[in-house]
């Protein structure tokens, strides 16, 4: 915890500062409260005494009073702005940080977990900050100053107050150690609904087209009555505290005054009102002191929940990203949309198998290479490879004839155009949807205006309201598979790179648009690099190189014609999807 209290600023740590500063003297003008408290007691009971005295004794006390008041809304504004300025910073910082995380540390923590520690774990911390800034300050400040006052006035009353407060630190430390464990258990129960409700809402439309509305209820009932039970217990615990409080706290201060009784009864004449003076002073104190175990039991409270937000928090933030940022920002080889795999190997990290095994081949500038094969053998993860969303195992990428490794990220990302197999739409417009992200190249109207057409997206763009400047809802939810994929294409022709990558990024097409767009595509990028994954045979006939993969590994490289007489496996596709004759052809 003390860790992420690192990012309070300077600016912070002098509010903190003037906090404490405030919060002595508001502890110093509650405790002169008893002391004003007994004189205008003792004047009561004494006789000459003016109505003056005792007014301005009371006077005094208003003063007080509102002199605490005023400390307090001080105390108050300062350190809320202090944990809002902590909360600001450390969800920034948590977001840039999951933004630079590896692929495989995101599917480590899960997407619903990210979330629930950039938003509901930070909001524990911002609400212990909020308040243990006032409260675990003036606790034990005003414990030990009301201890002071006290000491020496009876050794009775101080045996029963630090008997109260023995009672009270037990029944605290009981609790907690009841409650604590299952703090956590509710923060990854969070993340689960969140995960659940998620996963529900994505998919709204197979929940209803299947009738599994049923299903999708029960399956979130189940984790939110676990989430349910858990809190139960939790404040079902707490709520033992309040009961308990109140008995100490009252017990005390019957205690007091029973035993106060027994004294006063059996003094002299003279110490009567003394001892009775006395009485009021120290059950004010002895209330002091156990106030002050009752607010640090509530930061107690708070203090675990905030404890394991804060172990969740850390665990995001020194996750260790494996992919090191390389330092080359320009091309010193003089080659252009060259792209090169030698001997390339990969596993994912907690996998003990290889994804894919011994990888060669080459894509000069110019050359369409296009990836085949069956389901699972490994088309998206070698294409992934390349922008570095992983890191091979074995074996080296090269691009421009530079390991990828050894370039900077941003200079890697502005050569090569990703369209991946899922089209991913923002909330915004067409046009920021195009304009997206940090471009070496800056995206001019025409060049937003050609990108539509070579993509085939201007048919149905030029067609709405407000042309690009329409509104394009979280996620593309007001378009269809086909427009997003035209508009995901769309916007890495305007990038202008020299290496496409398509990673099946044509599925979502008709036929008719598909043949039309690739034609587009070849004139328009024809002094670029394009890499295919592809389902369709179709779609990479008129390919430079086709490479068949089968179970990770290289089966087949070549043209279409080439591979329809020497590869099995790509002959096997090409005739489940196209009659002999209309293969025959095409070649």
């Known amino acids: 915890m003390l860790k992420l209290f690192k990012n309070l600023r300077k600016k912070d740590i002098f509010y903190a500062l003037i906090c404490a500063l405030l919060v002595v003297f508001q502890v110093w003008l509650e405790l002169k409260m008893p002391d004003y408290m007994s004189n205008i007691t003792q004047l009561v009971q004494t006789k000459g005494a003016s109505m003056p005295d005792i007014l301005r004794q009371g006077g005094y006390m208003l003063l007080c009073a509102f002199g605490s008041l005023v400390s307090a809304a001080i105390i108050g504004y300062f350190s809320s702005l202090v944990a809002a300025s902590f909360s600001f910073r450390t969800r920034g910082k948590i977001f840039k940080k999951v933004e630079d995380l590896p692929l495989e540390e995101v599917k480590k923590f899960r997407v619903s977990s990210l979330i629930t520690r950039t938003t509901n774990d930070i909001t524990q911390m911002e609400m212990l900050l909020s308040m243990g800034l006032h ?74 087209a299947f009738n599994a509305e049923k299903y999708s209820e029960d399956k979130f009932e189940k984790v939110n009555s676990d989430l349910t039970n858990n809190q139960l217990f939790n404040q079902k615990a707490f709520n033992y505290m309040s009961p308990i409080m109140s008995l100490v706290l009252y ?31 120290f059950s004010s104190y002895a209330m002091q002191v156990i106030m002050s175990f009752l607010m640090l039991a509530m930061i ?19 996750s260790i990203n494996n992919i090191k940022n390389g330092f080359i920002k320009t091309n010193k080889t003089g080659l252009s949309g060259t792209v090169e795999f030698k001997n390339v190997s990969f596993k994912y990290p907690d996998a003990d198998e290889y994804i894919l095994k011994n990888i060669n081949f080459t894509a000069n500038k110019g050359e369409t290479v296009a990836f085949i094969g069956s389901t699972g053998s490994g088309k998206s ?40 197999q899922k089209a991913v739409m923002f909330s915004g417009t067409v046009e920021s949807n195009i304009n997206y992200g940090k471009s070496k190249n800056r ?16 048919e149905f763009v030029s067609k709405l309201d407000k042309k690009e400047k329409s509104h394009i809802a979280s996620g593309g939810t007001n378009l269809s598979g086909g427009q997003k994929q035209r508009l995901s294409i769309a916007r890495v022709i305007a990038r202008n790179p020299e290496i496409y990558i398509f990673d099946d990024s044509f599925s979502a097409l008709d036929y008719k648009t598909d043949i039309t767009l690739r034609k587009e595509l070849k004139k328009y990028t024809g002094g670029s690099t394009n890499l295919i994954v592809a389902q369709r045979i179709g779609t990479i006939l008129n390919a430079d190189k086709i490479i068949v993969l089968e179970k990770g590994r290289c089966v087949g490289i070549g043209t279409h014609k080439e591979l329809m007489k020497n590869c099995d496996v790509y002959k096997e596709i090409a005739l489940s999807q196209v009659s002999k004759e209309e293969l025959e052809n095409a070649g």
């Open 135 to 208: 409260l675990m300050i003036k606790s034990p400040i005003m414990a030990v100053w009301a201890v002071t006052k006290i000491l020496g006035k009876s050794i009775e009353w101080s045996l029963i107050t630090a008997l109260a407060v023995f009672i009270l630190l037990i029944s605290v430390g009981i609790i907690m150690k009841i409650v604590m464990p299952r703090f956590k258990i509710v923060q990854d129960l969070i993340d689960k609904v969140n995960g659940v409700s998620r996963e529900n809402l994505s998919g709204i439309r197979v929940v209803r």
């Open 251 to 281: 017990g005390l201060t019957l205690s007091i005054y029973f035993v106060g009784a027994i004294l006063i009864n059996t003094a002299n004449l003279s110490d009567k009102i003394v001892l009775f003076g006395d009485m009021i002073v």
């Open 300 to 318: 107690f409270m708070m203090m675990p929940r905030a404890s394991v937000s804060a172990k969740r928090i850390n665990e995001v933030m020194d």
């Open 381 to 420: 993860t070698l294409i992934n490879l390349i922008p570095r969303f992983y890191d091979v195992t074995d074996g080296e990428i090269l691009v421009n004839g530079v390991n990828i490794k050894d370039y900077d990220d941003e200079y890697l990302h502005n050569i090569i155009g990703y369209v991946p």
């Open 443 to 458: 995206v001019t109207k025409q060049k937003l205006e050609e990108a539509l057409k070579v993509s085939q997206a201007y």
